[in-house]
């Protein structure tokens, strides 16, 4: 899986899906920038019953993992650092937890089904 831009980490892609799929369901609206080009992400978040709220990258993580349990979509953050064999292994935890909880995982049509070693197949 190639990272789309403009994230810088996996991580942060990975975030950004599920944002947007729960934008896509309208549960919130978001944006996002870098204060500086050296800084860490800022998530702008708006939920209807509250206006727009500042995240860093762990409380975005944490604001859209809540949500989307209520919307039964399984969907784990991406750990520290982001790296694409992080974002892999994420793919197949949310594959798994999927089976056990018999609901959806966060998967669009772009993104790659893992194998069972967590890689993502081949295109």
């Given amino acids: 899986m190639v990272l789309k831009r403009p994230y810088r980490n996996y991580r942060e892609m990975h975030l950004g899906d599920v944002l947007d799929e729960l934008m896509r369901r309208r549960r919130l609206t978001w944006s996002w920038s870098y204060a500086r080009s050296d800084s860490f992400p800022l998530f702008i978040v708006t939920l209807a019953t509250s ?28 750990p ?4 694409e064999e992080n974002y892999h292994a994420t793919l197949a ?25 967590g890689h993502a197949a081949p295109a």
Avoid: C, F, N, S
């Avoid at 520290?80 to 790296?83: A, F, N, R």
């Avoid at 935890?93 to 070693?117: G, N, S, V, W």
């Fill in 51 to 78: 206006g727009p709220w500042p995240y860093h990258l762990k409380g975005a993580e944490e604001l859209a993992a809540r949500i989307a349990a209520r919307e039964q979509i399984a969907w784990l953050p991406v």
């Fill in 80 to 83: 520290e650092p982001g790296t």
């Fill in 93 to 117: 935890a949310m594959a798994e937890l999927e089976r056990q909880l018999a609901i959806p995982a966060l998967r669009p049509a772009y993104r790659p089904e893992p194998t069972p070693d």
